[in-house]
């Protein structure tokens, strides 16, 4: 395979895709959802401020190689590694918060005239061992991920009023892997539970709607039978990622979701139920202020949230409403008391997926990351 290095280390702001590829086939009462792409395409957006001579070599490389394969540096995950010896066969770097793969490249970078790639033969949680020796020496070097692939739409350029030039250019990996690991998060019905906090990030928007035909001869009244036998929950899940560990969890959560293929639970984290009398560990009914669940729904699921933290969660099979209080039928026992003064919320839990396969992650200074998907509700499989 043969393909060049792109040296140059872009300012803070990248944005990274991973992007899927899911036909979704619905009918009236269920979908089936098929996978079309195991390994998602993944997308590397820089932007760099360069003097004259580096844009002069950056300008050299996009115009004598563009079209061609580059070697692509994830300087998401770049780690100061300092000295590093020619005769090296291993580099000790925690590997943990980063995605490198046994057989694929590892670069070695001290500034974009200093630099070189090895085949990692294998790795542990704190070294990389590679197929051979170094071959350069570096005094003070960076490691990261290197990926193979190309430019989406060339190396652009924008020229300012000051010395500095604006350069920005778009990759697409072409030897990804599918990264699926152990998120941790607690299941229901074998189904996980998203537990992370769900940030705003510009806003929390919610839609429900009951989707019609519309039959309209222009003469009558307009005829619009339900195409489908529920309605339409559509939301949002965004996280605020703080740290690199946290952004690779997150990133191989995706992996396992693999785009719009897999449902999971999601948490309204709202207060959506309230709590009428004591609930104990062996009960399997709750009673609740009504909110006419008998009229409207059939079966749910909640997470029940204690105020020391305790989180239980159950699947609500029918319910009834008598007065002002509806009962609320769970699948199996609370298993954990809650009373009215220790219960801090009830809320929804929606099955859903993700209503795109497209994942944009933006990556800003001190690694934090930001992420927001749209979802909908699927049935429970």
Request: aromatic share 10%; charged share 20%; glycine share 8%.
């Amino acid at each position: 395979m043969t393909y060049k290095i792109w040296p140059f280390i872009p300012q803070h702001g990248v944005d990274e895709v991973l992007e899927w590829k899911t036909d979704v086939l619905r009918a009236r009462d269920k979908e089936q959802r098929v996978m079309l792409r195991n390994a998602p395409r993944q997308f590397l957006s820089y932007t760099f401020l360069m003097d004259e001579h580096t844009l002069s070599k950056a300008r050299a490389l996009a115009y004598g190689w563009g079209g061609r394969q580059f070697g692509i540096p994830v300087w998401t995950e770049v780690i100061f590694v300092g000295v590093v010896s020619s005769s090296d066969t291993s580099i000790a770097v925690d590997t943990t918060s980063s995605e490198y793969d046994a057989g694929g490249q590892v670069l070695i970078w001290q500034d974009d005239s200093n630099y070189t790639e090895a085949t990692i033969a294998s790795i542990t949680g704190s070294q990389l061992n590679l197929s051979g020796p170094v071959g350069k020496n570096f005094t003070a070097a960076y490691v990261c991920p290197l990926r193979i692939g190309k430019m989406v739409d060339g190396f652009s350029l924008q020229r300012g009023p000051n010395a500095s030039i604006k350069g920005s250019v778009e990759f697409r990996v072409d030897d990804n892997s599918a990264y699926a690991a152990a998120s941790g998060f607690p299941t229901l019905l074998g189904l996980e539970i998203l537990t992370d906090t769900m940030y705003y990030l510009g806003g929390a928007d919610e839609k429900i709607i009951r989707e019609v035909d519309v039959m309209d001869n222009l003469t009558g009244k307009v005829y619009t039978p339900f195409r489908y036998t529920r309605s339409d929950q559509a939301f949002y899940v965004g996280f605020s990622l703080q740290t690199r560990t946290d952004i690779k969890r997150i990133r191989s959560w995706f992996h396992t979701l693999k785009g719009r293929l897999t449902p999971f639970w999601l948490i309204s984290q709202a207060a959506d139920l309230t709590l009428t009398s004591d609930v104990g560990a062996s009960d399997t009914s709750i009673g609740v202020k009504s909110i006419g669940y008998e009229a409207n729904y059939t079966q749910t699921a909640i997470r029940i949230l204690r105020t020391n933290g305790v989180a239980t969660y159950h699947r609500v099979t029918s319910g009834s409403t008598v007065g002002s209080v509806d009962f609320l039928t769970l699948s199996a026992a609370a298993g954990v008391a809650a009373t009215v003064g220790n219960t801090e919320s009830i809320s929804f839990m929606r099955c859903v997926r993700l209503d795109s396969d497209r994942i944009e992650f933006s990556h800003q200074e001190n690694h934090y990351a930001s992420i927001k998907v749209p979802c909908i509700e699927v049935p429970v499989p």
